[in-house]
């Protein structure tokens, strides 16, 4: 995350404070699997201090304890889980085999598998132990979602998990999708991204308008591509009737006011856009790296959208920063399931 200039730094805090305001208001539970990281102890700190979210920490007690006093760290209001409690890694072992039995998984193989941290956190979700979910800083976003998609699995009706993030600009927030999942999203792919990044921004107190992105507005540009978003576009507009969706559409006809008078006039949405849905993961990736870097943005996330439960993931380069508004965003996320 990065947010240098002033103006945007004020913006980006008064939305963080907000955030914090409705984590506040009906504090979730989340799980933090990767306990003997300073820096998940270094955001439990923040988050347990800002009482914004109550967390659960796998680990070692006497260890995490140990960690926490050497980094000064109050971790008291924690509660710290020992991922090798027998009981419950046999409770969850039955759990998960009845889950996975179409895969003819056997109990013992479920029990091996309660002992990836990952595994364990997520069943943790799944029995109602936790609401929501935050790892990556050590593990791959691979044993980050793998589990998720076992037995959280989608919300009824989409198939698709993508990767949003909250753009915080100098006077806005914009939600960019896909920027961290699907690499070559097919039509479908792009429906399910749109609807889930529209409730995304809906989630977050930002009006969706939808700009389904390409490198042509209306008709000016011809080709397969063009082709897709005619035809995600027109899907959107079929599954949710009232959503303000424009494609294909340019980023510049987009964002810029004066530019959509000239590229596409009457539309509610050019111009106006808060929601920019990516033909493919390049682009999203590479855009919203680059609105980061140069416009001195404060990128949140990814916030994975599409799951029946929040499961969110880090990058392995994640500043404490990110972890704290990460475990905010899960937090919120989990208030609406």
């Known amino acids: ?197 529209a409730d995304t921004a809906t989630a977050f107190g930002i009006e969706p308008r939808v700009a389904m992105l390409s490198y042509s507005t209306g008709t000016s540009g011809a080709g397969p591509d063009v082709d897709k978003i005619v035809e995600a576009t027109t899907a959107v507009r079929q599954r949710k009737a009232h959503l303000a969706v424009e494609g294909p559409i340019q980023f510049d006809a987009a964002i810029d006011e004066q530019v959509a008078k000239t590229k596409l006039p009457g539309s509610t949405v050019a111009g106006h856009a808060t929601v920019f849905i990516f033909p493919d993961l390049n682009s999203g990736n590479i855009t919203y790296k680059a609105v980061q870097r140069t416009a001195q943005a404060l990128a949140i996330g990814p916030i994975l959208q599409g799951l029946n439960r929040p499961v969110n993931d880090l990058s392995r380069g994640a500043l404490v920063d990110d972890i704290v508004n990460t475990i905010i965003i899960t937090a919120i996320q989990s208030q609406g399931q």
């Open 1 to 197: 995350m990065t947010c240098c200039d002033e103006t945007s730094a004020s913006f980006s805090d008064e939305f963080l404070d907000g955030l914090k305001r409705v984590a506040r208001a009906d504090k979730r539970t989340i799980v933090l699997p990767e306990g003997t990281d300073d820096r998940i102890l270094t955001a439990a700190h923040t988050i347990l201090s800002e009482d914004v979210a109550n967390l659960i920490i796998l680990g070692d007690r006497d260890t995490i304890e140990t960690q926490a006093q050497q980094l000064g760290l109050d971790l008291t209001k924690a509660q710290i889980q020992d991922p090798q409690d027998p009981a419950l890694i046999e409770s969850f072992a039955h759990q998960y085999a009845l889950l996975r039995k179409e895969k003819n998984l056997t109990l013992d193989e479920a029990r091996t598998t309660m002992n990836n941290l990952s595994f364990f956190a997520t069943m943790m979700i799944h029995e109602g132990l936790a609401d929501g979910m935050v790892s990556g800083a050590v593990n791959t976003t691979a044993d980050t979602i793998r589990p998720a998609l076992q037995f959280i699995k989608t919300k009824p009706g989409v198939a698709t998990v993508s990767g949003a993030f909250l753009m915080c600009l100098a006077d806005r927030v914009l939600v960019f999708a896909d920027c961290a999942v699907t690499p070559n999203p097919s039509v479908d792919n792009l429906v399910d991204i749109a609807v889930a990044s």
